[in-house]
């Protein structure tokens, strides 16, 4: 099976603040936030063909430069592990044409959110895609809100 176009969506929520830091919720959002995409995409990787693009959906939650707000440690910590990995991912399948890219959906009306989010799924969706059309190696690394802003570290 080949692959073109490789997106780790899945992930999860917790909201840990300083004072109740619960290491297994912390755990669990590493494992599934951070870790699992890192280990689809390696055992992914020699079905991904040359050109293929790699999406992680990440979190602007993961910037250290956007965090104006503090607590949320599991998710913060977790998305900005990956956003480390996908670097390293950009740079490790650049010999292959591979390209990887950082994307915050926004905040999105989902489960996740209790559909308190400011943009619906399709949009979120629809801005994803664009991005994910304009991912090549020259800019494989980066880290994009899906409306286009490059975002800070
Ligand atoms: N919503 C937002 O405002 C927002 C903002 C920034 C980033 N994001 C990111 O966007 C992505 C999608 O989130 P969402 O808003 O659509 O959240 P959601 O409504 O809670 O959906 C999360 C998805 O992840 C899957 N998932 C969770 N744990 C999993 C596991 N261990 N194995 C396999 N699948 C698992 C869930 O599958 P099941 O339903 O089967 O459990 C579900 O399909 C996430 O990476 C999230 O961090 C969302």
Do not use: C
């Amino acid at each position: 099976m080949r692959i073109d176009v490789l997106i780790n969506n899945a992930g999860v929520l917790g909201r840990e603040d300083f004072d109740n830091p619960d290491p297994a919720s912390i755990e669990h959002q590493f494992r599934v936030n951070a870790l699992g995409p890192l280990l689809v995409t390696q055992h992914l990787s020699s079905n991904l063909s040359k050109g293929a693009r790699v999406a992680m959906i990440t979190s602007r939650m993961g910037s250290m430069a956007d965090n104006g707000s503090g607590g949320y440690y599991g998710y913060r910590m977790s998305k900005a592990a990956l956003n480390a990995a996908g670097v390293s991912m950009a740079r490790d399948l650049a010999g292959r044409g591979i390209a990887v890219a950082l994307l915050h959906p926004g905040y999105v009306q989902t489960e996740m959110v209790n559909h308190g989010g400011d943009v619906s799924a399709e949009d979120a969706a629809a801005g994803l895609i664009k991005r994910i059309d304009a991912l090549g190696p020259d800019n494989s690394g980066s880290f994009w809100h899906a409306n286009g802003e490059s975002l800070p570290w």
